[in-house]
């Protein structure tokens, strides 16, 4: 069971004095945002022994809210970055209840053999989270050279460090659902996605970051055959939104909040589309949940609600997604198999779309991000 609690908004009221002369107008409710620590962690996450975690790309979106998860758990972390001495970017992690304690960083890069050796180093778990994002300015030639092969590069350098570490007895790979899904029109209407669908539609020239994601992973389940010392999880989560750790400026999913959400542009009545949407703390979760419970085995695929037009057309291509072929979703829905991720992890519900986007938005305008109007 969770802590009480746990996905239930809770208001505050302002009210006058008692005896004012002159209350002041009556204000709305305050809503008590939860920021990234605001998802309870789970009974087997506080039951684990508390260990090492290597956990690779530090400074991004995903990887963020998992280390605070794995921080507030007790466990110590050697977070991969590709400069450790940027304190701008690592500031917000510092902050986190734990850093300075139980946090480390190494330099380690995902096209360099060896370079992540020395994070792994003495660590019973490895959450492999680090994948190159271009989503702009790449050539159809340049697919494979600039997406494709670091994915695979990384995938063959850690899991290569995994094999040279024999502490290391799980790892948790995000993927992500372009892996099995380009375009709801790939199968026939009403098929379900499940383990045993890979997408085949993508290509080094066609949509490489989805084409990248589905040779990684099969890479990365043909590794974890070759041994037997090591067990693999994979995560495969559809769009992430949430709040962040940091800025996260680069993220596809903070820059569309800060370009249509806030302002208002194009989200009143948007029609559904065939992609769902995940919470980035639901994300962090599934995934440490994942690492400490000993019968997970296999993918996971955290979703919920199915995003509206404007979503996919702004963050699409973080998932693969050229936007003809969301322009072809419309009126279709996709759907996806995610009752191993409650049988096993034993996450059935997810945080509301509305909540989501709500403490999005509200932890952007508290960072200056957005300008609150």
């Known amino acids: 069971m969770k802590e009480p609690g746990a996905h239930q908004r809770k208001t505050l009221s302002i009210n006058a004095r008692a005896g004012s002369a002159d209350p002041p107008p009556a204000q709305p409710p305050a809503p008590v945002v939860r920021h990234v620590s605001g998802v309870p962690l789970y009974d087997a996450e506080?039951?684990?022994?508390?260990?090492?975690?290597?956990?690779?790309?530090?400074?991004?979106?995903?990887?963020?809210?998992?280390i605070e998860r794995l921080l507030r758990a007790g466990h110590i972390v050697h977070a991969?970055?590709?400069?450790?001495?940027?304190?701008?970017?690592?500031?917000?992690?510092?902050?986190?209840?734990?850093?300075?304690e139980r946090l480390r960083f190494f330099r380690a890069d995902l096209t360099s053999a060896g370079s992540f050796d020395a994070a792994i180093e003495g660590c019973e778990y490895v959450v492999h989270v680090a994948a190159p994002v271009i989503l702009n300015g790449v050539r159809r030639r340049d697919g494979w050279s600039r997406i494709v092969e670091p994915m695979l590069q990384g995938v063959d350098n850690v899991i290569g460090a995994v094999n040279r570490t024999p502490s290391v007895r799980r790892v948790v790979m995000t993927s992500s659902i372009s892996a099995i899904c380009t375009s709801?029109?790939?199968?026939?209407?009403?098929?379900?996605?499940?383990?045993?669908?890979?997408?085949?539609?993508?290509?080094?020239?066609?949509?490489?970051?989805?084409?990248?994601?589905?040779?990684?992973?099969?890479?990365?389940?043909?590794?974890?055959?070759?041994?037997?010392?090591?067990?693999?999880?994979?995560?495969?989560?559809?769009?992430?939104?949430?709040?962040?750790?940091?800025?996260c400026g680069g993220s596809e999913s903070v820059q569309a909040v800060k370009d249509a959400v806030w302002p208002g542009r194009m989200y009143p009545a948007a029609p559904n589309l065939g992609m769902p949407v995940v919470d980035v703390r639901d994300v962090a979760a599934v995934h440490c949940l994942a690492m400490v419970l000993p019968h997970a085995r296999g993918s996971f695929r955290p979703s919920k609600r199915l995003a509206p037009y404007w979503v996919l057309w702004l963050v699409g291509p973080l998932i693969g997604l050229h936007r003809d072929v969301i322009s072809a979703m419309r009126g279709r829905s996709a759907q996806f198999d995610t009752s191993r991720t409650a049988a096993d992890l034993g996450l059935k519900e997810w945080l509301p779309l509305a909540d989501t986007l709500e403490d999005m938005v509200t932890d952007m305008a508290d960072k200056g991000m957005i300008k609150m109007r």
């Open 46 to 66: 506080l039951s684990t022994p508390k260990s090492r975690v290597c956990v690779t790309g530090a400074t991004g979106y995903i990887a963020g809210p998992i």
């Open 80 to 100: 991969t970055c590709r400069d450790p001495a940027n304190t701008k970017a690592l500031q917000p992690l510092l902050k986190l209840p734990g850093a300075l």
């Open 184 to 247: 709801v029109r790939d199968r026939p209407r009403g098929h379900v996605y499940g383990e045993a669908d890979w997408n085949d539609s993508a290509s080094e020239t066609y949509m490489p970051y989805a084409y990248g994601k589905m040779l990684s992973e099969r890479r990365a389940w043909e590794l974890e055959a070759q041994q037997g010392r090591w067990r693999l999880v994979t995560v495969l989560p559809s769009i992430v939104f949430g709040p962040t750790v940091g800025e």
